[in-house]
């Protein structure tokens, strides 16, 4: 079992940056790939960027390339999304998650443990 829990989210200005984290319990973190997902108020949960499990390979939506950011450290179970040049289109409630395996992946039923989200509103 693993249990996510992510914090980092809150309101910024247009421009701005955050960093979001998802601390991880459970002895086989360092055995996920980690993904992080966004969902906004009347749309679909939507893929924003992947991990693999040593960290060496990460995956982006087009729409975040270049501005996201993310990380992990397996040594203090905690995964990172740096956020820079956040647009108002980037609001969204943020969710971690965690699949078994090593292939990175951006379908929301491809992983198996997801946290609570957090908030992040932008404004214009």
């Known amino acids: 079992q693993v249990q996510l829990v992510e914090s980092g989210g809150g309101l910024v200005q247009a421009g701005g940056s955050l960093r979001l984290s998802c ?3 459970g002895p086989t ?3 996920y790939t980690m993904g992080w997902f ?3 108020p009347g749309k679909e949960r939507e893929f924003v960027a992947a ?3 040593s960290g060496d390979s990460t995956y982006y939506v087009d729409s ?3 501005r996201f950011t993310i990380s992990r450290d397996n040594t203090n ?3 990172y999304l740096q956020m820079n040049s956040l647009k108002p289109e980037d609001t969204a409630v ?3 998650a965690a699949g078994f395996g090593s292939s990175l992946r951006r379908g929301p039923y491809e992983y198996d443990y997801w946290g609570q989200g957090t ?3 932008v404004s214009s």
Do not use: D
Request: proline share 0%; glycine share 4%; net charge positive.
């Open 77 to 79: 179970k905690i995964m």
């Open 29 to 31: 973190f360092s055995t």
């Open 94 to 96: 943020y969710y971690c």
């Open 64 to 66: 975040v390339k270049g």
């Open 38 to 40: 966004r969902q906004a």
């Open 119 to 121: 908030q992040v509103t």
């Open 51 to 53: 991990i693999s499990w």
């Open 23 to 25: 601390a991880a319990s």
